[in-house]
T-cell receptor
Framework: AQSVTQLDSHVSVSEGTPVLLRCNYSSSYSPSLFWYVQHPNKGLQLLLKYTSAATLVKGINGFEAEFKKSETSFHLTKPSAHMSDAAEYFCVVSSPKTDKLIFGTGTRLQVFP | KAGVTQTPRYLIKTRGQQVTLSCSPISGHRSVSWYQQTPGQGLQFLFEYFSETQRNKGNFPGRFSGRQFSNSRSEMNVSTLELGDSALYLC????????????????FGPGTRLLVL
């Protein structure tokens, strides 16, 4: 069965410092992995998507994630946080035989000035 | 292209009532999925419709149902509402032609926030 574990429920950073949001996955197949962001009272927006083409995936707003099969990880990073990055981030794995998305529990990112 | 739209955005109902939520996918998208988001359970898959047929279903009771129309618009219905049904209901659309190896991106609407009193 597929699952994702987001290792931190909250992450706080200062504006201009790097961001690291951690995600480990479990999958018996080669997984499709996603990161989505949810701003308060908004829907989910796709940040980036991994589908085995390249292990380093670049997304929107300066975010990127690296797929590491040996560590079963798909951590999200950004070199320099911006105040507008404050939101909830979800690591997601797609069920192999269906289009069902399986969400992690989310990481709330706070950015301090 | 217009994004996924959901109506209404907010709803207040009382226990025992029923409710219908609507979702209009991105033009050309044939797959619509529904998710429930609550503080306690997080984001959970309800069901997916493709070409007017339910293609996948999550672990929710039969009070939760849905349908899809020929124009790909979808509705979900919750009957005999319970307090625990209070949640943000999110709809997502995709082209629907993905394979096991190449998953299509699902695009989410803003959600309908349902409060059951």
């Amino acid at each position: 069965a597929q699952s994702v574990t987001q290792l931190d429920s909250h992450v706080s950073v200062s504006e201009g410092t790097p961001v690291l949001l951690r995600c480990n996955y479990s999958s018996s197949y080669s997984p499709s992995l996603f990161w989505y962001v949810q701003h308060p009272n908004k829907g989910l927006q796709l940040l980036l998507k991994y589908t085995s083409a390249a292990t380093l995936v670049k997304g929107i707003n300066g975010f990127e994630a690296e797929f590491k099969k040996s560590e079963t990880s798909f951590h999200l990073t950004k070199p320099s946080a911006h105040m507008s990055d404050a939101a909830e981030y979800f690591c997601v794995v797609s069920s192999p035989k269906t289009d069902k998305l399986i969400f992690g529990t989310g990481t709330r990112l706070q950015v301090f000035p | 292209k217009a994004g996924v739209t959901q109506t209404p955005r907010y709803l207040i109902k009382t226990r025992g009532q029923q409710v219908t939520l609507s979702c209009s996918p991105i033009s050309g998208h044939r797959s619509v999925s529904w998710y429930q988001q609550t503080p306690g359970q997080g984001l959970q898959f309800l069901f997916e419709y493709f070409s007017e047929t339910q293609r996948n279903k999550g672990n929710f009771p039969g009070r939760f149902s849905g349908r899809q129309f020929s124009n790909s618009r979808s509705e979900m219905n919750v009957s005999t509402l319970e307090l625990g049904d209070s949640a943000l209901y999110l709809c997502a659309s995709s082209l629907g032609g993905g394979t096991a190896k190449i998953k299509e991106t699902q695009y989410f609407g803003p959600g309908t926030r349902l409060l059951v009193l």
